[in-house]
């Protein structure tokens, strides 16, 4: 079998990808996957065949379910050598990205033919039926599958099918990420390796050194052996219904060399539960966070670990200090970056770990706890002074620090005086047992009535006014409702409506009186001889807390617990101020990932201001995808800032298919009465005279307006409101008939050099469905009728150059199976999918902007896709944005086309 596509593709003195191979083994056909995380996350399929890897890409990889059918894009042959190949193809060569050995082993056909090369012909006789049957014999995968060619897909476009056997299992086995040579996943592989093969090994280089695990971690004055302390500790199954180690609030800071020090986190504490293959995230009173918080959940069950965490949920800001008040509002990814602070490890593979000192359990955690996902962090621990550490923490805005004895156990469900929270702000948790509104006010409530638990009485403490939105008011009325009560809670009811010097409300401020079970926290200036809390301020909800444990907190003399701590104030103060910047990190600067959470069916969201309704989030909108509505809302909701400087002030074709891909669609162009009374709308008479007001794609909240619709493809006018008759670029779409993509790629590479020759910049971009468009800059300076005239020059131009395979025939019948080369959607109030539209389109494809340099054979539609945008727009940004440049000189460019082609084509224009 030829490997001419194979090396053609790859410029091996860029790339170390194997050139060749023989196998030695004359009894056993090898199989291998590589997963593949190129443009986009794939899993490559290899069976050895004649000589060669007969390959297939599979996007979501193979599946143990034989009711489930994977797609399976045949490619090039690999050779026999790169089934042991594993690392990094460099950035701008064919297939960039890292590769691993996923899985491999030997494959034998399911009829029993005798002899290797008895089966390799009667498998390459099934490969040319379009059917091929094997058994398996793998580390991950083994038992009968297929590879089925289907019809209706391409030429190239197979399925992988796993025949019900006693291997069928419904278990996900991709979640199996780790290479069967190596023992990486992708992730660590672009960590530890630049050097991509050699023999199936990684090359060590001094840039770029082989990173083994370390088993040993240098605490400043103990070296400790992980491994050695993990066989000491006590067998145990997982931990249940148990609690936190809770701190003592104690009034200064100190130094003490038996003790380390850490920032105290303003966020949601949080106990996490991790074992095979399952993850529980709760609160400090058991209750599930899961649902709540689903991402850290979901990057949890990445981990594939088995261990108990404990640590702290937080929202962070720019600076990446904590912001409590987006935590406690927190529904989606869309309300701010969740970040999981992890501080400490109680239970590990079957390991009971409260036992051990602090010092050995986090030297265990710093072992043991992934760190690829910037989301799940290790809490920096300070081995200094603690003098020096709450002063910066005062210069930082943190809440407070704290101490924690090195040789302390965990104690769980208790409050430890070997933990001690020394806090910055005084702040503290209470209970909301009712609310006053005085008269005549517009607001929800005036002001909370607070109390907390004094030796098992509840007990009043005063009342918050402040620190409210009227926003957050109307929320929390609804919530309060179900917790209203005619009787007050106290004992002994105490007088809230009378004035003092630190509280003023109207005497005649009606009250309302709830039960004793929400928790929220207040900020205060200091506490009343008759324990009324002075200037308080309301901070938000503790949705963590129960009621029950809510006592007032007063702190402890630090000396009573740290004996002589007034002399190692003096002696021991020596950190480095600049030191402590590394207690908090900000969160990485990211895409936003969700704009809607997984569970709720209905839910509503304020976009630029304005709120949306987004209703029957689990419809399915391409059932061979498996994609919803509510990942097609949260899809451009990611990409919205890519695609919005496409759609701001272009009327819109609303292109609307209510119930999925497959349901019946219909344009619609007028929304006057139609549209919200934020929406812009533009007035137009089309050619029928029939004046329309189109939507204006303004800003975030009209794209998801639009989608909302049931738009999955988004259609923006050639030209802007302010000047309608004027484009912003021309566009050339080169529509297949019988053409395989490759002989798209041909064309464009055509329109490509006619354009170039003349110095006219153009951009190319995926159709999405089955073509290609490239756009001309115009800068809105021409009309469309002298676009239009531009694009049919170009395109005569082209079809001289390939007669044989395109036309400039607009009826079908005309262009017996050509490929027409379109120059009319340069006209008013035509269309076509803008950048970064999803197009309803099995596979959820997208209309994805291309370098020239992508367009070249091998490129394929399914390439881009709901799935991968997103990273790709990470890596890549937007490459579009020159087709919004100020535009070409029309009349130059003519002009040098002329010079250059003296043919009819451009003359008789």
């Not at 399976?72 to 064919?94: K, L, Q, S, W």
């Not at 009829?111 to 049957?133: C, D, M, N, R, T």
């Not at 509002?329 to 590990?348: K, P, Q, T």
């Not at 002994?492 to 005497?507: E, L, Y």
């Amino acid at each position: 079998m030829s490997l001419e596509k194979y090396k053609q593709k790859r410029d091996f003195n860029k790339t170390a990808e194997p050139k060749e191979g023989i196998s030695k083994d004359g009894k056993k056909l090898i199989f291998v996957i590589q997963k593949h995380d190129a443009s986009r996350l794939h899993y490559d399929f290899r069976l050895e065949m004649g000589g060669v890897l007969k390959s297939w890409a599979v996007p979501k990889g193979p599946s143990l379910d034989p009711k489930v059918k994977h797609l399976a894009m045949m490619v090039e042959d690999h050779p026999f050598d790169y089934r042991n190949f594993e690392g990094i193809i460099p950035e701008g060569e064919y297939g960039a990205g890292t590769v691993i050995v996923w899985d491999q082993g030997w494959y034998e056909t399911i009829e029993p033919i005798k002899g290797k090369k008895s089966q390799e012909k009667y498998l390459l006789a099934e490969l040319a039926k379009g059917s091929v049957k094997m058994r398996l014999h793998g580390e991950k995968l083994n038992g009968e599958f297929a590879l089925v060619k289907t019809k209706g897909m391409g030429d190239n476009a197979w399925l992988l099918i796993k025949h019900d056997d006693d291997f069928a299992t419904k278990k996900d086995i991709t979640k199996e990420d780790k290479s069967i040579l190596s023992g990486k996943t992708i992730a660590a592989v672009e960590k530890t390796s630049k050097k991509i093969w050699t023999s199936g090994k990684e090359k060590k280089t001094k840039e770029n050194k082989v990173v083994k695990k370390k088993t040993k971690v240098k605490d400043e004055d103990l070296k400790i052996d992980v491994e050695k302390v993990l066989k000491t500790a006590t067998k145990s199954s997982i931990l249940k219904n148990i609690k936190p180690m809770l701190a003592t609030l104690v009034d200064t800071p100190f130094d003490d060399a038996d003790w380390q020090y850490e920032v105290k986190w303003d966020g949601y504490r949080a106990l996490a539960f991790l074992n095979k293959g399952s993850v529980e995230l709760l609160s400090r009173n058991n209750k599930s966070f899961n649902d709540k918080f689903y991402p850290i959940v979901n990057i949890f069950k990445s981990f594939k670990l088995d261990a108990i965490f404990d640590g702290e949920v937080l929202v962070l800001n720019t600076k990446g200090l904590s912001d409590f008040g987006r935590l406690q509002n927190w529904r989606s990814e869309a309300d701010g970056e969740l970040v999981f602070y992890v501080f400490d490890i109680l239970w590990y593979k079957g390991k009971d770990l409260t036992s051990l000192s602090l010092v050995r359990r986090q030297a265990i955690l710093n072992m043991v706890l992934p760190t690829d996902d910037d989301r799940i962090r290790i809490s920096k621990v300070f081995n200094a002074s603690g003098i020096d550490f709450f002063a910066a923490a005062e210069r930082m805005g943190l809440e407070g620090i704290m101490a924690k004895r090195k040789e302390s156990a965990y104690t769980l469900n208790s409050r430890s005086k070997e933990w001690l929270k020394i806090k910055v702000n005084k702040r503290q948790e209470v209970i909301i047992v009712g609310f006053t509104k005085n008269k005549d006010t517009s607001k929800s409530f005036s002001s909370l009535i607070l109390a907390v638990y004094k030796d098992d009485v509840l007990t009043f403490v005063g009342k918050v006014g402040t620190g409210f939105s009227d926003a957050s008011q109307r929320d929390m009325i609804k919530a309060f409702k179900s917790y209203i009560v005619e009787k007050s809670p106290f004992k002994v009811t105490p007088d809230v409506n009378k004035p003092s010097r630190f509280q003023a409300n109207q005497p005649d401020a009606e009250i309302i009186w709830m039960k004793p079970e929400l928790v929220c926290e207040v900020a205060f200036t200091e506490i009343t001889a008759d324990g009324v809390f002075r200037h308080p301020s309301f901070q938000g909800m503790r949705e963590d807390k129960n009621a029950k444990d809510v006592i007032r907190e007063s702190a402890t003399n630090t000396e009573i617990l740290v004996p002589e701590t007034a002399v190692k104030q003096v002696i021991n103060s020596k950190t480095k101020p600049d030191k402590h910047a590394e207690a908090i990190r900000p969160p990485k600067v990211t895409i936003p990932k969700t704009l809607l959470n997984p569970k709720d069916e209905t839910q509503v969201r304020k976009i630029n201001g304005k709120e949306i309704k987004f209703t029957h989030l689990s419809k399915i909108y391409w059932p061979e995808d498996g994609v919803t509505k509510r990942d097609m809302f949260n899809y451009y909701y990611q990409v919205s800032d890519f695609i919005l400087p496409y759609l701001k002030d272009r009327p819109q074709s609303l292109n609307r298919f209510p119930g999925g891909i497959h349901g019946k669609s219909f344009y619609q162009k007028d929304v006057k009465g139609k549209a919200p009374d934020w929406a812009k709308t533009f007035p137009y008479s089309t050619n029928d005279g029939e004046p329309k007001e189109y939507l204006l794609g303004d800003d975030k909240a009209t794209l998801l307006w639009m989608i909302s619709l049931g738009c999955i493809e988004i259609n923006p006018w050639f030209s802007r409101s302010e000047n309608p008759d004027r484009p912003d670029y021309c566009v050339i779409d080169l529509d297949p008939d019988k053409q395989s993509f490759d002989q798209v790629v041909e064309v464009a590479l055509a329109v490509k050099k006619v354009l170039d020759s003349i110095g006219v910049p153009s951009y190319p971009k995926t159709s999405g469905s089955t073509g290609i468009h490239i756009y001309i800059p115009m800068g809105a300076k021409y009309s469309y009728d002298q676009t239009q005239l531009f694009a049919r020059i170009i395109v005569g131009l082209v079809h001289e150059i390939l007669p044989e395979i395109t036309s400039l025939e607009r009826m079908v019948s005309a262009r017996k199976g050509k490929m027409y080369l379109d120059f009319l959607q340069n006209r008013p109030g035509a269309t076509i999918a803008g950048p970064y539209s999803l197009r309803p389109k099995e596979g959820a494809t997208v209309s994805m902007p291309l370098e020239w340099k992508e367009i070249k054979p091998g490129l394929k539609m399914q390439d881009f896709t709901i799935f991968n945008t997103v990273e790709r727009l990470k890596k890549k940004g937007d490459i579009f944005k020159g087709v919004l440049a100020k535009g070409i000189d029309l009349e130059l460019a003519i002009k040098k086309a002329k010079k250059m082609y003296p043919s009819k084509a451009v003359n008789q224009e």
